[in-house]
């Protein structure tokens, strides 16, 4: 977070535990709390996104209220969440559509690397109609340098690394989740990616607001860190797809 000196490892990072998506987010861009308190919800489909940091989750709950979900599956090349298996499976149950996601940590092995343990690790794809596209986890480092130490060509490089290496091993391009101020410092705003990439924009704010570079749409859009659902106890994030439910599972599909 703001302010460590700590650097991570691919093998072996700190404390994965407390890495998920959003979780470096309120640091350096607030936690979403206007003058009079949570902003509303904005229209669209509702979902979460979970990691281990929710403890243990009724997914029946939570799919009387939510349509899908994302959770974390990998960070670096040795870390596997170790409530993915179960989560995957009960969502899955539960009739939600769900899809799996990496925290990435560009500054310790190639894109291509983390792509490959990702995908042998829960980030694979499948057309049943219940498998969102791998997701791609990009956010402020919890270790060290914002950017982990790399410039803006050789973060936009990392990412098509991973985002080509995920499309060779499922053929999905994967979702990138990430912020506007982020993707600005980090990528140089790149362009590149909004044609083949589904968005997850994650701003706690009003409106969505300008996008990232090179998308004309958010497909995801984490817009609360501090939501409640029934089935999860405490706070989780909360977010919406941009589109009716034939369009998820038409995302889903591929």
């Given at each position: ?10 093998a072996n ?15 350096h ?5 206007s ?16 990691s ?6 009724n997914?029946a ?8 979900v ?8 040795g870390y596997?969440?170790?409530t ?11 009739g939600?559509?769900r ?12 894109g291509?690397v ?14 049943d ?34 985002s ?19 993707w ?10 909004g ?27 984490q ?32």
């Amino acid at each position: 977070m703001v302010g460590t000196t700590a650097t991570s490892s691919a093998a072996n990072p700190p404390h994965p535990e407390l890495d998920y998506a959003g979780s470096t987010i309120a640091a350096h861009e607030g936690n979403g709390q206007s003058p009079f308190g949570a902003y509303a919800a904005p229209g669209g489909l509702p979902g979460v996104d979970i990691s281990n940091h929710q403890g243990g989750i009724n997914w029946a709950a939570v799919a009387g209220g939510n349509r899908f979900v994302y959770m974390k599956a990998t960070e670096g090349t040795g870390y596997r969440d170790p409530t993915f298996s179960s989560n995957y499976t009960g969502s899955y149950n539960a009739g939600m559509i769900r899809g799996a996601y990496h925290f990435a940590l560009p500054d310790n092995s190639s894109g291509a690397v983390q792509a490959r343990y990702f995908v042998s690790n829960g980030g694979g794809w499948s057309a049943d109609g219940k498998t969102l596209p791998p997701m791609l986890d990009i956010e402020y480092n919890p270790y060290g340098a914002t950017c982990y130490g790399l410039n803006q060509g050789q973060m936009s490089g990392w990412i098509a690394d991973f985002s080509n290496e995920v499309h060779r091993l499922t053929s999905r391009y994967p979702t990138i989740y990430t912020t506007r101020d982020w993707w600005s410092t980090c990528t140089g705003n790149n362009g590149g990616f909004g044609a083949a990439n589904p968005l997850f924009i994650a701003c706690y704010c009003g409106t969505a607001g300008t996008l990232p570079n090179g998308w004309g749409f958010y497909t995801f859009w984490q817009y609360s860190s501090t939501g409640r659902t029934a089935g999860i106890n405490g706070n989780v994030d909360q977010d919406v797809f941009n589109g009716p439910a034939d369009r998820l599972r038409a995302l889903a599909l591929g």
